[in-house]
């Protein structure tokens, strides 16, 4: 069975601070892709990387980084020098033969 | 703006009733997937249509059907509606080849209040 895992359900950190956001999963696939989403307070779902499971290299994208490690079936992300913008909730995904998205974990980022 | 639409943005209705919801993917884009999103249930896939087959079905209640038209458009619809239908739902469009190697773009959603 697939399953993804959030363990943080909301975190709040001061503006300009570092922060990372865990997400743990669990697939038998040995092809599979993980996702992240971004949600803000709007309510819709913004895409913000896709990683196939034969790629662990990490990404880096402005302020966001993401670290794929399949020893631990870790795909966590961090976002450098939050800002206030960065406040939403942020869904990670896996997709093997069907998608199975996290719980999310509420991200406020305060002024 | 993902290029994905979905009308209308609030349904507000009675139990019992039947609601069709609607969703244009993007320009070029064959698959288009549902999803339910509730406070209890989380982020839920309920079923995927590629150039107007059924591709995938996750956890799509019998109550619920929905279609893929030929010009890709897609509707949702949910009938003998129960007061936990109560969601956002979201339509998600990806060009929908290989399957698995998709990106799906989101749209705003449509949320559903059943009174």
């Known amino acids: 069975a697939q399953k993804v895992t959030q363990a943080q359900t909301e975190i709040s950190v001061v503006e300009k601070e570092d922060v990372t956001l865990d997400c743990v999963y669990e697939t038998r696939d040995t092809t599979y892709y993980l996702f992240w989403y971004k949600q803000p307070p709007s309510g819709e779902l913004v895409f913000l990387i896709r990683?196939?499971?034969?790629?662990?290299q990490n990404e880096i994208s402005g302020r966001y980084s993401w670290n794929f490690q399949k020893s631990t079936s870790s795909f966590n992300f961090t976002i450098t020098a939050s800002q206030v913008v960065d406040s939403a909730v942020y869904f990670c995904?896996?997709?093997?033969?069907?998608?199975?998205f996290g719980k999310g974990t509420r991200l406020h980022i305060l002024p | 703006d993902s290029g994905v639409t979905q009308t209308p943005k609030h349904l507000i209705t009675a139990t019992g009733q039947r609601v069709t919801l609607r969703c244009s993917p993007r320009s070029g884009d064959l698959s288009v997937y549902w999803y339910q999103q509730s406070l209890d249930q989380g982020l839920q896939f309920l079923i995927q249509y590629y150039n107007g087959e059924e591709r995938a079905k996750g956890n799509i209640l019998e109550r619920f059907s929905a279609q893929q038209f030929p010009d890709l458009h897609s509707e949702l619809n949910l009938s003998s509606l129960e007061l936990g239908d109560s969601a956002l739902y979201f339509c998600?469009?990806?060009?929908?080849?290989?399957?698995?190697?998709?990106?799906?773009?989101f749209g705003p959603g449509t949320r559903l209040t059943v009174l």
């Open positions: 995904a896996l997709r093997g033969d069907k998608i199975i």
């Open positions: 998600a469009s990806s060009v929908g080849l290989a399957g698995v190697a998709d990106t799906q773009y």
């Open positions: 990683r196939n499971s034969f790629d662990e």
